[in-house]
């Protein structure tokens, strides 16, 4: 009979007490992109918010990381876009190491995140993703069919924070490149 109590995990336990967020650097890259390999896999290219990032650094300042030690366990990225004349900001993706989840780790960087937009100045923030988990954040749906992306997405995961007065009614149509 075996002693499953002596079982050693494959990954060491949490230790949130060591938990380092801090804005992105350079040297994260890469590793926030094995990250992204092994939690989403290669269907996330085909992804429409995927597709509109492609190839636009993030935004070093609104983005944010979370290590334990050397150990990467979380990001999530911000990346400039516009609607029209307007500059927004895209959320995402928003990564969490599997063993760290349900921690409030993707929340905290979240919330760090978007405290920088908010004291940089931006407007909006936009992204892709449940209702149920960012309405904490303070997202909404965006309504049908006032801005979209290019690409098919589900228009119920079309979702937007707004961060100064009045700034999504100035958004309208198709969400494209920074340029």
């Known amino acids: 009979m075996s002693d499953l109590g ?3 995990p494959s990954v060491p336990p949490p230790d949130l007490a060591a938990l ?3 804005p992105l650097r350079p040297a994260d890259l890469p590793l926030i992109e094995r990250l992204d390999e092994r939690v989403f896999g290669p269907g996330r290219f085909t992804r429409s918010a995927y597709r509109l990032r492609e190839g636009v650094a993030p ?3 609104l983005s944010r990381v979370a290590y334990v030690g050397s150990l990467l366990i979380g990001a999530n990225l911000m990346t400039l876009a ?3 004349d307007q500059e927004l900001v895209l959320l995402g993706p928003l990564t969490v190491e599997p063993a760290y989840r349900s921690r409030g780790i993707g929340e905290a960087l979240a919330l760090q995140s978007i405290e920088a937009c908010r004291a940089a100045g931006h407007g909006v923030i936009v992204l892709v993703g449940d209702l149920p988990y960012y309405a904490r954040l303070g997202f909404k749906p965006a309504p ?3 801005i979209t992306l290019p690409g098919p997405v589900d228009p119920a995961r079309l979702l937007y924070c707004e961060l ?3 700034a999504f009614a100035a958004l309208s149509g198709r ?3 920074a340029v």
């Open 6 to 8: 002596s079982a050693t």
């Open 20 to 22: 380092d967020l801090r």
């Open 59 to 61: 935004d070093f300042n």
């Open 82 to 84: 516009r609607c029209g």
């Open 144 to 146: 049908m069919g006032k």
């Open 164 to 166: 100064q007065p009045d």
């Open 175 to 177: 969400i494209g490149r």
